[in-house]
């Protein structure tokens, strides 16, 4: 794919980390290879749901395929519904849970909406998350 990529003279980025599945299942974790695994720059912010959002085959607008919920009903609300995801985007991507008061979350590469998926996969935690132990989880 990189070569095709290239031959044509197209940008192209690659996901080499696998992730959980969107219904929070480990099944595709297993088949990934640790060689291949790419440490991710830091997570500085993202323009999910403020520059672009993501719509499943129901018509439920999210701020983009991985974090999914809450979502946008656009057959019942229409496009006038899609103001509310800069909102919702700010809820998901704020720390929470198990990362509140992270001291590592400067170099952290996982958003939000990936670690809340990857804990419920209860993935390694070396696939997603710097420390050894499970951070407790903190509800604000
Ligand atoms: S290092 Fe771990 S606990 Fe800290 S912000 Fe990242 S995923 Fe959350």
Known sequence: MRRLAERFGLRHREYANIS???HGGAESL???SP???RKRAPFTGCD???TSFHVDPFGRASICKIGREPSVD???DGPPGLLRLSGISDDLLRR???CTGCTLQGTCGTCMPLVQLYRRAKAPLATYCQHQEPR???SQ
Do not use: M
């Open 20 to 22: 959980p599945t969107i």
């Open 30 to 32: 297993p088949s990934q």
């Open 35 to 37: 060689q291949f695994l």
């Open 48 to 50: 999910a749901g403020h």
């Open 74 to 76: 656009l057959v019942r």
């Open 96 to 98: 929470q849970g198990g």
């Open 136 to 138: 407790k989880e903190v």
